[in-house]
């Protein structure tokens, strides 16, 4: 009669403990990347889901994960198999990251979504668009369009809509 005593109170401590409110309640946080105030966010969560689904956008097939220091959450527009642009928000979080300026592959200027002034890089011989803010000295958020359709400035429209919304949801302080 010990032992059946004995294995119930093993039985139910073990049933208490996978019931425990310690248990985690969803996936883990990610691994942080550099110390900034990012360092800890999912880039799926600053387009919020409202914008996604005015927009008509739906998640792209999740890229290779990444250890070096970036994170990013794409979304494409369009049919299913040929869409016409692709929106990706990534942070970046690496002092190797170079100076955005003018080269080959971009134009520089400036743009201030939300009220929040960064670089706005235009890409030159492809219809891309791109919006950098500095968030810490080693740390950037960054969202592109690229557009498998149109022009340049077709996806510089289609950033400065979707960068307002990326700016607002922003943690505060950042």
């Not at 030159?124 to 950037?140: F, I, S």
Request: glycine share 8%; proline share 9%.
């Amino acid at each position: 009669m010990r032992s059946f005593a004995a294995v119930t109170a093993v039985v139910l401590s073990l049933f208490a403990a996978g019931c425990s409110a310690d248990e985690p309640t969803g996936p883990p946080p990610p691994a942080p990347i550099g110390d900034g105030p990012l360092r800890l966010a999912d880039p799926c969560t600053l387009l919020p889901a409202s914008a996604v689904s005015e927009a008509g956008l739906r998640p792209a097939t999740p890229g290779p994960a990444r250890d070096d220091g970036y994170r990013d959450c794409r979304w494409v527009h369009g049919e299913e198999k040929k869409f016409d642009h692709q929106v990706n928000v990534t942070i970046i979080a690496s002092a190797e990251f170079p100076t955005v300026q003018d080269n080959k592959a971009f134009a520089v200027d400036t743009m201030s979504p939300g009220g929040r002034e960064g670089k706005r890089l235009r890409y030159q011989g492809t219809a891309g668009c791109q919006y950098v803010l500095d968030t810490a000295p080693a740390e950037r958020v960054s969202m592109t369009v690229l557009a498998s359709t149109g022009t340049v400035e077709e996806a510089c429209a289609l950033l400065d809509s979707y960068a307002t919304s990326m700016v607002k949801a922003l943690p505060a302080g950042v």
